[in-house]
């Protein structure tokens, strides 16, 4: 049995699709459980950018079965967008299938997600504003509409009207706006969008056991990070789904016995979109040459992301709640030419120091980082081989590894395939 777990052991943004593109190359399936058009990974191919929000990159690969499973949310239009720019590109979606038990994105939840964060004023969560909290809410309220349901035309159409006469009062008695929308648009749209997607819709749950039972190699592609956790992460300032290892058991439909391999995606420093305390974060000089050097703007929203140093009490947490049993260190060629270089081993929280990352972010907000200054390098990206690396990046690599307790396997030092070092 051959499967792997990727997922992101920060925030997000860790350089996953690199990763994965690498580990699709020899995988025969590729799994996505969780998350919607929220996610964003750029992928380049022999100098072409792909950039995919929905569909697993593995696409690429002809002959890779590439599955949307049940624990992932869909925008149907966003979905088919995607689909279209491969078809341009000349790359087949043969392989692509999609869960019969995924639930809908839904044109109300886009407009709820934007409504919601803007009645939050100062207070809002910075999402992507694709719909996805919404979506998941009412997953959890059971008043979703799942892929199945777009399949049968009077039980879609039912729902959505119930749907729509309730968030039309929400949108309009709790929230004071114009917007409303007509139920009657919407299934004529949808109808358009079943028809184009019936082909690829089935039960991932069998494809995905069938392909464990038969040995495959499998991957199961995360998105977001482990502190974008629904319960994880820094709530609230989180996604409403599951990032971690966990998630993939019920976003995929298998059992965690399936699971052989569990990779955490690092980068060398971190990053964050959106709001909320973030210790080792770096305001001048440093954090932006991060930002420029690493391109660290959103995919999905173009946002500049907020850098900081190496976080090894975070590392940690995700080593531990998603069992980590290897560690992917990504772009550590950033840090080249940067000078001495900080890595914080703790929190430091009126005096008490701790390792373990707190669940109230009034205490995050109070820890103050612990750092260790280790000596920076220069020039990493030509380097193809862990031995040629200079002392003080495999020094660095060392200490990631013990701090957080799972070794480091692959060493980023550049953003193209090839510029990846497997570390033995
Ligand atoms: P949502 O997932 O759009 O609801 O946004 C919730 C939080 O998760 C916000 O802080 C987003 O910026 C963050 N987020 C969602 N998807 C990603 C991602 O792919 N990378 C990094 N942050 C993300």
């Not at 039972?213 to 319960?231: H, I, P, W």
């Not at 220069?378 to 590894?401: C, N, Q, S, W």
């Amino acid at each position: 049995m051959s499967t792997k777990v990727i997922i992101g052991a920060q925030w997000g943004d860790e350089g996953k699709a690199k990763i994965i593109d690498i580990l699709s190359e020899e995988a025969e399936v590729v799994i996505r459980s969780q998350g919607g058009n929220n996610a964003g990974h750029t992928v380049v191919v022999d100098g072409k950018v792909y950039k995919f929000h929905l569909i697993p990159s593995g696409i690429l690969y002809p002959g890779t079965k590439c599955i949307v499973a049940n624990g992932v949310v869909i925008d149907p239009e966003g979905m088919l967008k995607e689909i279209d720019g491969l078809i341009i590109e000349g790359i087949s979606i043969e392989n692509l299938r999609i869960s019969e038990r995924a639930h809908l994105v839904m044109p109300y939840h886009k407009a709820l997600d934007g409504i919601t964060e803007e009645a939050r004023g100062n207070e809002d969560i910075g999402t992507t504003k694709k719909g996805i909290g919404p979506c998941y809410m009412d997953k959890a309220e059971r008043s979703g509409i799942r892929v199945c349901d777009l399949m049968n035309e009077e039980l879609f159409a039912k729902k959505v009207r119930e749907n729509v006469i309730i968030k039309n009062k929400i949108i309009k008695y709790v929230y004071d706006k114009d917007i409303q929308f007509d139920a009657e648009e919407i299934i004529k749209d949808y109808r358009g969008y079943a028809k184009r997607l019936a082909p690829y819709i089935t039960d991932t749950t069998v494809l995905a056991f069938e392909a464990i039972k038969a040995d495959k190699k499998v991957l199961f592609e995360g998105a977001q990070g482990t502190l974008l956790d629904l319960d994880l992460g820094t709530y609230p300032y989180v996604t409403s789904s599951h990032p971690v290892t966990g998630g993939v058991c019920i976003g995929s439909g298998i059992g965690p016995t399936a699971i052989d391999e569990c990779i955490g995606v690092m980068k060398g420093y971190i990053t964050r979109v959106g709001k909320g305390p973030f210790p080792t974060e770096l305001f001048g000089e440093v954090g932006d040459k991060i930002r420029d050097v690493g391109h660290e703007f959103g995919t999905t929203t173009g946002r500049p992301r907020r850098c900081g140093w190496f976080d090894a009490v975070i590392g940690e947490f995700a080593v531990r709640t998603s069992g980590l049993t290897s560690i992917a260190l990504n772009k550590i060629d950033v840090l080249s030419d940067i000078g001495p270089i900080k890595i914080c081993t703790a929190y430091n929280k009126n005096g008490v120091i701790t390792k373990h990352f707190p669940a109230s972010l009034e205490e995050l907000a109070k820890c103050e980082p612990v750092y260790e200054e280790m000596p920076g390098w220069g020039p990493i990206d030509h380097m193809r081989t862990y031995e040629e690396l200079p002392a003080e990046a495999k020094a660095f690599i060392k200490r990631v590894e013990d701090l957080c307790g799972a070794k480091v396997t692959m060493v980023g030092v550049g953003p193209n395939r090839n510029q990846n070092i497997n570390v033995e």
